[in-house]
């Protein structure tokens, strides 16, 4: 009962006043503040971090000159030869080789850069992700699947040149509040707004602490000055506080240095003959991993475990989901999965329930054939605007609140709002909400847990320094990392995106959505067999 006691011990002395777990100070990330883990944690997230390490990358010249940056416009990047003297077959892997330069045609001599492949034929619809690797010299080779005949073309994209990374972990050592929060409290007539966050930096204010004791996940606000903590009506962002120098910025310039095409330094094309007969299947010794699926007329076609079917009438999907509660938790790349069911299926009737149309909840219901779907977003940090803080539920929370059993499909994801803050905020994030998934599946092992993965982006300044997809690319390691060997699934929104040929964007457009789906729907609905 005593640790219990401690645990809800009003902080006088730290200046927070309101009951709650009591932080500790994590000194590697200066004013953030994270509780103590339990060893097993603890490793896990040590595991996890070396795991996800980025190669160190080179500090800002000094003066500064973008000449020595890493250019795209002066990079390359070279066909290695086929194993048949320059002859491809179906089920072999393309290699390429990529050479860094600055713009004054210096090799660079370090990795870190942020690199993005595909391999794609636009005629047939066909595309797939390559699996890119640093080789820590300024050079980095990336391998293909060769899946389909026909011609294929290598697309080599550089994200963000190393010294960017360089700036963008700076950021998030330095200023991971450049996102804030503000909270409305009122009591009677009387209001104040106060600002908000995860890490927020100490002042002679003293802080509100709205710690969840059930999920240990941190939140904080500077008090009102006059009303009490426990006056906290709703939750909005409040902002951006962009604070790079005029020099730093010259490294995230759309078309010069940021989302920008390397080209080949011969041909960029191949072309792809039919499988021979008893062909072994070819590897490469430069990257292990393959791709989890691939692009063919427009489709996706899994790689290994589900085999996706196409759901293409609304009659296809209900008879799919006839007597299944869908459950949707996340941000609002998950929303637009409900958006999405909604518009599809018109015997799907929305509650309305006066609610924002950006934060929810939400509810639709088919009647006759027994379908109910709703959506919740997560917790904070969520950047929507006037969340009551009725509606600020954690994840995990809520899936402890679930039945489940095996007419219950519960979808996850979450990435896009924790991008500005240390990535152990995000490992404890997901940590919590798989000892949920534990719990959840030890009651009701029937459940289908279902989990997007983060996906890349369309990138302008303000973008790329509150949700790079370097920041992404993090994240998605992490997720992967944290629910492997679990009974849930995933959609790799990541290649999915990756290997389309239409443009990055936070919300993909409706032919990638409309894959994924079709992915979620045969996890739901397999085929016999399969």
Not at 201 to 215: G, S, V
Not at 328 to 337: E, N, P
Request: charged content about 20%; some cysteine.
């Amino acid at each position: 009962m005593k640790d219990n006691m401690d645990t809800l011990e009003i902080k006088l002395n730290s200046k927070i006043i309101a009951p709650s777990v009591s932080p500790v100070s994590y000194t590697d990330h200066g004013f953030c503040t994270f509780l103590p883990l339990s060893p097993k944690d603890a490793l896990e997230e040590k595991y996890i971090l070396k795991s996800i390490a980025w190669p160190e990358t080179p500090p800002l010249p000094s003066p500064f000159s973008q000449n020595k940056t890493s250019d795209p416009a002066h990079s390359i990047f070279t066909i290695v030869s086929g194993r048949g003297g320059g002859q491809w077959h179906v089920g072999d892997k393309l290699e390429i080789m990529v050479k860094m330069y600055d713009s004054q045609r210096n090799p660079k001599k370090c990795g870190g850069d942020v690199l993005l492949a595909r391999l794609h034929n636009p005629v047939l619809g066909a595309g797939v992700a390559g699996q890119v690797k640093d080789h820590l010299n300024g050079s980095y080779s990336a391998v293909f699947s060769l899946l389909w005949e026909g011609s294929a073309q290598v697309e080599v994209t550089l994200v963000h040149p190393s010294e960017a990374v360089t700036v963008l972990r700076r950021l998030t050592r330095e200023q991971p509040d450049r996102i804030y929060f503000k909270s409305q409290f009122r009591s009677g007539s009387a209001t104040e707004i106060t600002t908000c966050n995860v890490c927020l930096r100490p002042t002679q204010q003293p802080m509100c602490n709205y710690t969840d004791l059930h999920t240990g996940d941190l939140w904080f606000c500077y008090k009102p000055k006059k009303l009490s903590c426990d006056a906290r009506i709703s939750h909005s962002k409040g902002g951006f506080n962009q604070n790079i120098s005029a020099m730093e910025r010259k490294l995230f310039q759309s078309g010069v240095n940021m989302k920008v095409s390397i080209l080949a330094s011969g041909p960029a094309n191949i072309t792809v003959l039919p499988k021979n007969k008893g062909q072994s299947q070819s590897s490469s010794s430069s990257v292990e991993s393959g791709p989890s699926g691939y692009y063919y007329q427009g489709v996706w076609r899994a790689l290994g475990g589900t085999t996706v079917s196409q759901f293409n009438t609304s009659s296809a999907i209900t008879q799919c989901l006839k007597g299944k509660v869908v459950h949707l938790y996340g941000d609002s790349t998950i929303r637009q999965w409900f958006e999405y069911l909604n518009t599809a299926l018109p015997d799907l009737k929305e509650f309305i329930l006066q609610n924002s149309k950006q934060v929810g909840p939400f509810m639709t219901l088919d009647y006759a054939n027994n379908i109910l779907v709703t959506y919740r977003c997560h917790g904070p940090p969520i950047r929507f605007s006037n969340v009551p803080t009725s509606e600020l539920r954690y994840i995990a929370n809520e899936l402890d609140n679930v039945v489940g059993g095996r007419n219950t499909i519960v979808v996850l994801g979450i990435w896009s709002h924790l991008s500005t803050f240390p990535v152990e905020v995000y490992i404890r994030r997901l940590q919590g909400i798989r000892r949920a998934v534990v719990r959840l599946l030890s009651r009701a092992p029937s459940t289908l847990v279902v989990i997007r993965t983060a996906n890349p982006k369309a990138l302008t300044l303000y973008e790329t320094l509150t949700n790079s997809d370097w920041y992404s690319l993090q994240r998605d390691k992490v997720l992967r990392a944290m629910f492997k060997g679990l009974n849930v699934h995933l959609v790799d929104a990541w290649e999915m995106v990756v290997a389309h040929n239409l443009p990055h964007s936070l919300h993909p457009q409706p032919p990638i959505i409309k894959n994924m789906i079709n992915v979620l729907l045969s996890y739901i609905c397999p085929k016999k067999g399969a």
